[in-house]
């Protein structure tokens, strides 16, 4: 299984990480206890990164442990790479951001094959997986990839996201 893969990596990551005298052994570093159930898996903390704001979520751990979350959505999936909408596509206004990415990724076989081996050698709490697409089949293909593979045991959840711009597709 690729959970565990890494494990030494992850063990000599989290011995340097440790010489600051900080405990990042996955919990988040107050002695209140914030754990949540969310169907049925407990998480450390209700702090979930939303998906798509978050990549697959190992870029992030050149910043700090990602396991201080409780977890996170990765970015919506979909069966073939999709570069995404045309550029711009994201744009300020007075009261935050508009964006229109367009399910911009690496498509289902690249994110079991070279994503989620990366995540796992980072993050050891159970990742939510964004399925999206463009029909029912295309949902049930890519979820049934995710979860016949050898990241299958990484996930947690499964979160079919349905965007705006696959409403121009057949259900
Ligand atoms: C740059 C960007 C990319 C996003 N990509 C995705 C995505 O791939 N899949 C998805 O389901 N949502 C995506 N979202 C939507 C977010 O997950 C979230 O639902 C949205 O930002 C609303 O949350 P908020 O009200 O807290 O901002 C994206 C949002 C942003 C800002």
Redesign the pocket.
């Known amino acids: 299984m690729i959970k565990g893969s890494g494990a030494n990596d992850m063990d000599d990551m989290m011995k340097n990480r440790a010489k600051d005298g900080i405990d990042r052994s996955g919990g988040i570093y107050t002695g209140a206890d914030l754990s949540v159930d969310l169907c049925g898996i407990r998480l450390d903390n209700p702090v979930i990164p939303?998906?798509?704001?978050f990549g697959y979520g190992y870029e992030f751990a050149e910043l700090y442990d990602i396991n201080c979350l409780g977890s996170f959505?990765f970015?919506?999936t979909t069966g073939e790479a999709r570069f995404g909408n045309e550029t711009p596509r994201?744009a300020e206004c007075p009261s935050?951001?508009l964006?229109s990415?367009g399910?911009?990724?690496p498509g289902v076989d690249a994110v079991i094959a070279e994503e989620l081996p990366k995540l796992a050698v980072v993050f050891n709490k159970p990742v939510m997986a964004?399925v999206?697409g463009f029909s029912v089949e295309e949902y049930r293909t890519v979820t049934e990839k995710l979860s016949r593979s050898d990241a299958a045991d990484m996930i947690g959840w499964f979160?079919g996201?349905r965007?705006c711009q696959s409403r121009s597709h057949s259900y």
């Open positions: 939303a998906s798509g704001t959505s970015k919506g994201i935050g951001m964006n990415v399910l911009q990724n964004n999206s979160y996201s965007s």
